[in-house]
């Protein structure tokens, strides 16, 4: 909070002086500035935030007058509802595919899965985006270029493609994890132990490849819920979905700055949230993973 | 291989750099230093071969690629291929600056953590930094935009603002490894003084890591400074810049695909051959 607070605070240049534009008069951007209490030392604004904070008070927006809380919770479902979704398909796509790869371990199944992944990581993911909507929207018409509408059976068609997209690189990124931990897991004497003690196949899987490997994939999928973040913006975007990432985009486009702060603040809780959930999950499934 | 190496140094010049590459992830860093130099070499040569200007008009807007425009004309008639390479300063250009001005200022912070004893310092200095380090990247960036307004030098501001906290913290973890070695203690036993083991002992081997670092944030940076210039962020429209030719293309997306696969193509590239380079580096770390 301190940080979200003083690192736009720090941040050279006025929000007041960016947003009515180079030549505005002096006058005009010292009342902005009082305006948005930017004429108070630094320390008692933040005092007046966090105080405002503890009541449920996030600001207003300086465009429309919309309060930020409400913003945050009427477009949250949808960005929620898309990235669980792409979570949970990377997650049914990428534990059979980085456990067979890291099972089978031949040399040149290793060389076409790293090459195919490692491209898709490299790129990103607006161009693959672009090329979705190039192949699925314009030659095809499978999906709609942009646009959303909330009604259930009717936005599963605008949401699809983002979903795909967001999956298809998710996939890339957790089955490499994954393949190494089934690696290193492989190599572990408990395996051999397994085999010997003739263990049937679906429980020898489970228990001894697949959960303890589990650990680090969990860890590094909460960890990664920050870039994801950052991917729904762009995605958001690209496919004009009402979402969080495009308020904040919208709201940075309009120097919307209580929004963009409490935005900012927004996705930083939730980060950290989620990766305390994530070590947690890991310490359930490896009771080794120090905590 | 090993053996080799011995016999190595005595051969020819030729036969050396024949070694080099038989070693584990050679060919990997070599096809990527290859890819790189070439969209390096092609940003650097491109005005003195193309025949237009990047904002120059070409010829009738929106043609296909043909012979004569290997990657089309744009909606305005610039030949989108010299336009691809007009790109490329302020595409890598911006990235490296992006990543070796936080690069440096990271590596210092974190050897000066490490060696620190002032432990309000210390706590204040990582608590920031595990601050920043919490918010995502991206996020931050755009956020940050919104005070600084839109540009391509703000941008390394604002990376270099926020990525030296990532490298700080590598910095620090390495800084406190190397400081328990014995080379630090013997040259705290020859009387050397402070400044010297800091800067001759320290710092190469906690530098190596960041160094090593630095590679694949590079990757990151590239797509990060594309992705803003995509969001209008960064570069502006008129602007040659990979992210702000997709966006421009986006409109035409229907009619015209050139205008969007190439600036593309030219981030993949070179992102694929850092990452190539990375992965060569690191599988000659492990040895396989």
């Given amino acids: ?291 | 291989m090993s053996n080799n190496r011995a016999f190595a140094t005595n051969s020819s010049r030729k036969d050396r750099i024949k070694e080099w590459v038989a070693r584990p992830g050679g060919s990997g860093i070599i096809v990527g230093i290859t890819m790189f130099a070439m969209i390096v070499l092609a940003g650097i040569i491109h005005p003195f071969v193309s025949k237009y200007g990047p904002d120059e008009f070409a010829g009738d807007s929106l043609q296909p690629p043909s012979f004569a425009h290997p990657m089309g004309l744009d909606q305005l008639g610039r030949d989108v291929m010299t336009r691809v390479f007009a790109a490329v300063p302020s595409d890598l250009g911006i990235a490296f600056l992006g990543v070796s001005i936080p690069l440096i200022t990271g590596t210092i912070i974190g050897i000066m953590l490490g060696i620190a004893q002032n432990k309000y310092f210390v706590t204040l200095v990582s608590s920031l930094i595990d601050g920043i380090n919490a918010f995502p990247l991206l996020i931050v960036a755009i956020a940050m935009v919104a005070f600084l307004g839109p540009g391509l030098f703000n941008v390394v501001i604002i990376l270099s603002l926020l990525s030296w906290a990532r490298y700080a913290r590598i910095a620090r973890t390495r800084a406190v490894v190397v400081l328990q070695q014995n080379y630090i203690e013997a040259a705290k036993l020859m009387g050397y003084s402070k400044k010297r083991i800091v800067t001759k002992h320290v710092t190469p081997n906690v530098s190596s890591e960041t160094l090593a670092y630095a590679l694949s944030d590079f990757i990151l940076v590239i797509i990060i400074v594309s992705g803003l210039s995509f969001l209008g962020f960064a570069a502006r429209p008129p602007a040659a810049e990979w992210g702000a030719m997709i966006a421009d293309g986006r409109t035409f997306i229907g009619q015209a695909w050139w205008l969007t696969i190439f600036p593309g193509v030219a981030i993949c590239w070179s992102a694929i051959s850092l990452s190539f380079i990375v992965e060569g580096l690191s599988r000659r770390d492990r040895g396989n």
Avoid: C
């Fill in chain 1, 1 to 291: 909070m301190v940080i979200s607070f003083s690192l736009i605070r720090l941040t050279p240049g006025d929000p007041a002086s960016a947003r009515l534009g180079a030549g505005a008069e002096i006058e005009a951007v010292e009342q902005l500035r009082a305006q948005l209490g930017l004429n108070v030392d630094p320390f008692r604004q933040f005092i007046t935030y966090v105080s405002g904070l503890f009541q449920g008070d996030m600001g207003v927006s300086l465009v429309n007058d919309v309060d930020v809380f409400d913003t945050i919770q009427r477009t949250l479902p949808l960005t929620l509802t898309y990235i669980l979704l792409s979570v949970f398909f990377a997650f049914i796509l990428s534990v059979p595919i980085g456990t067979f790869i890291g099972w089978t371990n031949k040399a040149s199944i290793v060389y076409v899965f790293k090459s195919i992944t490692s491209i898709i990581i490299a790129t990103p993911n607006f161009f693959i985006a672009m090329i979705g909507i190039l192949i699925f929207s314009v030659q095809r018409s499978w999906a709609p270029v942009f646009g959303y509408v909330s009604e259930f059976p009717t936005n599963l068609k605008y949401l699809w493609l983002p979903v795909a997209i967001n999956t298809l690189i998710l996939v890339s990124i957790i089955s490499r994890v994954l393949h190494t931990s089934v690696v290193d897991t492989r190599n572990e004497e408990f395996v051999e132990t397994g085999i010997i003690r003739g263990v049937s196949r679906p429980r020898f899987f489970w228990f001894y490849i697949l959960k303890p490997s589990m650990a680090p994939t969990v860890v590094l999928i909460s960890y990664m819920m920050g870039t994801m973040l950052g991917a729904t913006v762009i995605l958001e975007t690209i496919f004009s979905l009402p979402g969080i990432g495009r308020e904040l985009v919208n709201a940075v486009m309009s120097s919307d700055y209580p929004m963009v702060q409490g935005i900012l603040m927004f996705f930083g809780v939730i980060t950290v949230f989620i990766s305390f959930i994530g070590d947690l999950i890991a310490y359930r499934l490896d009771r080794r993973v120090k905590l």
